[in-house]
């Protein structure tokens, strides 16, 4: 089964391995590696830590766990190293975001209270409107009937249309 090479971008047109066929059998690929910029080489390497390097099994996430629990981690927070100058400086850095985060907390607590008491009062605002809209309403059922039993009415012969628009017809 004989296939040809691609030619991809970065590597060199003129190298003659790339220019013949490929058999499949690994006879000498130093020829192919020449053609291969360094720089797309490195791009293949593996930056693994030799402790974290294990085969893959088929064991799934409790074999990963059981790994996992197997490692030693050391935990260094750092106090030791650190002068009673840093020392101090980390305590009242501390302390200023302590302060901080507690001015958050405070200000989104009455940003939260003061959109709750606006949604209240439109609510309220809502309400009112729709029980005038229902009035409206209930008004303008009166009116024309008030206006359909009108002796005047009977006689009149204003179309249909003018008078839902609310025109009058002379």
């Known amino acids: 089964m004989e296939a040809r090479v691609p030619i991809a971008p970065g590597f060199d047109e003129n190298c003659p391995s790339m220019t013949h066929e490929f058999t499949g059998a690994p006879e000498d690929l130093s020829e192919l590696v020449d053609c291969v910029p360094q720089t797309n080489l490195n791009l293949f390497e593996m930056h693994v830590k030799p402790e974290l390097r294990r085969p893959i099994d088929d064991g799934g996430e409790d074999a990963d ?15 030791e190293a650190l002068t009673a100058d840093e020392q101090e400086r980390r305590r009242i850095r501390r302390e200023r975001n302590k302060v901080a985060a507690s ?14 008491e606006a949604s209240e009062e439109l609510e309220l605002q809502n309400s009112d409107l729709q029980g005038q809209i229902r009035k409206l309403q209930a008004e303008i059922k009166q009116l024309e009937f008030m206006l359909d039993s009108h002796s005047c009415a009977k006689y009149s012969h204003i179309p249909q249309d003018d008078h839902e628009l609310g025109m009058n017809a002379n």
């Open 103 to 116: 001015k958050c907390r405070k200000k989104r607590k009455e940003h939260v209270k003061t959109l709750v």
């Open 65 to 79: 766990m059981e790994y996992m629990m197997e490692m030693n981690f050391e935990y260094d927070n750092g106090n």
